[in-house]
């Protein structure tokens, strides 16, 4: 029994460690956007600003294009969650129906797709969106992160699959519905939260990209959020700490509401989507 209680006792005081870690950069760049110069200059910084100001925040929308970068943000991230979903539903119904060696290859190329590095990709990417003159193009960004987000959007969809009984469509079948009523009046209901789940997923993957985005967008009118925020940083390194902390913090919520609203989704479809029926 001590064992037990002292095993239990030292994973949450992991876990409760590990919490602190991942909290710690939140809760300081929220202090830091609220600080005035004085109080970021000091030597001995403080947890809690002691005159808390919003300058910070208006000296970061005078300076850059806020607004307009958060709206190629939404294009991009909205448009790639939109265009991965119509793609991985169908495909990820297929890999979770049909059992053989193909399908096998396709998980197994899914799962090692994940491990490949930004920078191996980059070039070929690049290359093929100039040869579309795409380049420099919010469409050809929708594209890559489409490229970027299918694998994960078939491996999750596909969990949710599997877990839609395979009865169901052989009652639906008996009651004579043919196979595409079948797909839209019994599976595709019971698909929608794994739907919703990825399509969200997916343009909060898309939202916080930046690689991509700095590589393949040139004029300042198409850069997305996450390419202006190096905007706070001169030439010479030195960054302008309050509105950075300001713009960032602000570039930081839609994400934060996001996953507060869809973790138990996310979570229900990895667990699924390790179960094996």
């Known amino acids: 029994m001590r064992t037990r209680t002292g095993t239990r006792v030292g994973q949450y005081t992991a876990l409760l460690a590990y919490l602190v870690f991942l909290a710690f950069p939140f809760l300081w760049l929220i202090s830091t956007a609220f600080k005035s110069p004085r109080e970021l200059g000091s030597l001995h910084p403080t947890w809690i600003p002691e005159h808390p100001t919003l300058d910070n925040f208006r000296q970061a929308f005078d300076e850059q294009p806020l607004l307009h970068a958060a709206f190629n943000s939404l294009l991009a991230a909205a448009g790639a969650a939109l265009v991965a979903v119509v793609i991985a539903t169908p495909l990820a119904y297929v890999m979770a129906r049909q059992r053989g060696p193909l399908t096998r290859a396709a998980t197994g190329w899914v799962v090692v797709s994940q491990a490949f590095p930004l920078v191996l990709v980059i070039i070929p990417l690049f290359l093929v969106l100039k040869n579309l003159r795409l380049i420099d193009s919010l469409v050809g960004l929708i594209l890559v992160y489409v490229v970027w987000a299918l694998p994960f959007s078939l491996w999750m969809l596909a969990g949710y699959v599997r877990a839609v009984p395979a009865e169901l469509e052989e009652a639906a079948a008996v009651d004579g519905a043919g196979r595409l009523r079948t797909l839209v009046s019994v599976v595709a209901p019971l698909l929608m939260p794994g739907i919703v789940a990825t399509a969200l997923f997916a343009f ?52 934060l509401v996001v996953f507060a609203v869809i973790q138990r989704r996310i979570t229900g479809g990895m667990l699924t989507g390790a179960v094996k029926n």
């Open 204 to 255: 909060v993957t898309a939202w916080n990209e930046f690689f991509f985005a700095l590589v393949l967008l040139k004029t300042s009118d198409k850069q997305t959020l996450p390419v202006v925020l190096t905007h706070f940083i001169g030439a010479e390194g030195v960054a302008d700490l309050g509105p950075l902390a300001a713009a960032a913090f602000l570039a930081t919520l839609p994400s």
